[in-house]
């Protein structure tokens, strides 16, 4: 009878323990990069500080308005990641930060937020810093360039998505340009929230 028990309890307490793990809000193989402090307007020309962000999961990314390459596709990406959380039910913020804040104002940044099909219910778009603070704060907490070499209009930057715990800190990166993996970006966003 003892023997018999421990088989059913090894049958079915560890997958039990298991599927609890499993389902924990836990992902593997996290960056853990802690997002610094970082003040600028957003799109409405409102404060926006990355200290508000904290208790909140969100995904963050780099653009800039004047980019002739990869930044229309980019945010019309973000775009499609943020109608399927909507259509999911699940609860996350966007934050786009520009790369570019001498060229991009606030009414620019709107503009190119809705042209390229963002809704801004959940989505911030940030400028209004100097080229130097968004370089430090995207070197330091995404570890990725944002860089503006005199006499270019072009900046060097990622064409990565951010994802960002509550904790502050962030957890993946994916692409963004192409081969976008959306749905794991839903499943690690929900397995968070």
């Not at 200290?51 to 800039?64: I, N, Q, R, S």
């Amino acid at each position: 009878m003892k023997r018999r028990l421990f088989i059913f309890l090894l049958f079915v307490a560890v997958p039990a323990c298991i599927f609890v793990a499993c389902g924990s809000k836990q992902l593997e193989d996290t960056l853990d990069i802690e997002v610094q402090s970082f003040e600028g307007k957003t799109q409405e020309g409102k404060a926006f500080s990355t200290e508000e962000m904290k208790g909140k999961v969100w995904l963050a990314d780099f653009v800039f308005t004047s980019c002739d390459t990869d930044c229309p596709p980019l945010t019309r990406n973000m775009s499609e990641v943020q109608q399927q959380l909507k259509q999911k039910g699940i609860d996350a913020e966007i934050v786009t930060f520009s790369v570019d804040p001498t060229v991009d104002t606030p009414d620019k940044l709107k503009e190119f937020a809705l042209k390229n099909g963002a809704s801004l219910d959940n989505w911030t778009f940030v400028t209004e810093y100097t080229q130097e603070q968004i370089a430090d704060f995207a070197q330091e907490s995404f570890q990725t360039p944002a860089v503006k070499t005199e006499g270019n209009d072009q900046v060097t930057h990622s064409n990565a998505f951010y994802l960002v715990g509550k904790n502050g800190k962030v957890l993946k990166k994916y692409k963004g340009d192409v081969a976008v993996p959306k749905e794991q970006i839903l499943k690690d966003i929900k397995a968070i929230t």
